[in-house]
């Protein structure tokens, strides 16, 4: 039994719904049967039964559902507790980010976080941005960076900085001897790009889509295939032109490796979010260390190396 188990099975309960449980929490609602499902086995109880298009709870239910709101309401007690009787002088503090925060500021940001508070144990994890909300979620995260508005209502978030997109093409291609690029003369060229449904993608289909131009990709990059490597390879060995943030490539714009278009249709960002668990945002370590992302927020690396 998990706290997330009982965060999910309290949700239902109140709104007699898996559809709005899931809805409110902006958890697929395949996941959030499982996880009931789940906890039912392991308890050997029927949590719920359907009248309607309603669920209620049984007998057991009910009495799990008193027990749940006493458990997560001590364990808020219990963080509130014991972060201040600890302070910050020893502890542990996981944080979580997703590839364009690992590879701009994150690990210079924790470094030095760390390096303030010599007593605490600081450990940088770098996933997807999927896998870092569920990691907040079951608890194995303090804070994360993500590419994306965490989805689930038990994370609060807020923006912390944008990424460029940078149009990306072999340094001797035509259009990079271009000081300007239009968005149809791009449209003609091979293209590589992450699949569907991610940040990058979703924003430059959209351009292209109000340009009134169709966005085919002669090639398509998955997560497991490590889409933003296999892009800078594919671009460099000029397969066709990508859309990266500007961090994952600036030593190859800055060893002639790659050349940045200039394409003023396509003037984008990727705004990075910082997100944290709603009962862990009160943790005097996770309290201090959003005071100093936000402190740093406009500081850039080559500063934070000197302080």
């Known amino acids: 039994m998990t706290l997330h188990q009982l965060e999910v099975f309290t949700t239902v309960a109140k709104l007699k719904s898996f559809t709005a449980a899931s809805e409110k929490l902006r958890v697929r609602q395949p996941s959030i049967s499982l996880l009931v499902q789940s906890l039912s086995r392991e308890l050997g109880v029927k949590l719920f039964e359907r009248l309607g298009n309603k669920v ?3 007998e057991p239910g ?10 997560l309401t001590k364990v808020d007690v219990i963080w509130e507790g014991i972060e201040h009787i600890k302070g910050l002088k020893k502890g542990k503090l996981a944080i979580g980010g997703s590839a364009t925060a690992a590879a701009s500021i ?7 976080f760390k390096a303030s508070h010599p007593g605490l144990d600081v450990s940088l994890q770098v996933y997807q941005s999927e896998i870092l909300e569920r990691k907040l979620l079951d608890g194995e995260l303090d804070v994360a960076i993500l590419s994306f508005r965490p989805r689930s209502h038990l994370i609060v978030s807020e923006p912390y900085s944008e990424e460029e997109i940078v149009v990306v093409a072999p340094p001797d291609h035509p ?3 271009r000081r300007s690029v239009p968005l149809e003369l791009l449209a003609k060229e091979p293209l590589v790009a992450h699949e569907k449904n991610t940040p990058i993608r979703d924003m ?6 109000v340009g009134g131009l169709s966005f085919a990709p ?6 497991e295939w490590g889409a933003r490597d296999a892009i800078r390879s594919a671009v460099a060995s000029g397969v066709g032109i990508g859309f990266l943030p500007r961090c994952h490539v600036a030593s190859d714009l800055a060893a002639g490796r790659l050349a940045a278009l200039t394409v003023p249709s396509l003037a984008l960002k990727q705004v990075v979010y910082v997100a944290v668990h709603k009962r862990k945002k009160s943790s005097s ?3 201090a260390f959003l005071g100093f992302l936000r402190e740093h927020r406009e500081q850039p690396p080559s500063a934070l190396a000197l302080t």
């Open 56 to 58: 209620h709870l049984t």
């Open 62 to 71: 009910k009495k799990l559902l008193q027990r749940a709101e006493e458990i």
């Open 106 to 112: 994150l690990p210079l940001l924790a470094q030095t």
């Open 175 to 177: 259009l990079a001897k």
């Open 204 to 209: 430059v289909e959209e351009a292209f889509n």
């Open 218 to 223: 002669v090639l398509e990059f998955n997560h």
């Open 285 to 287: 370590f996770v309290e």
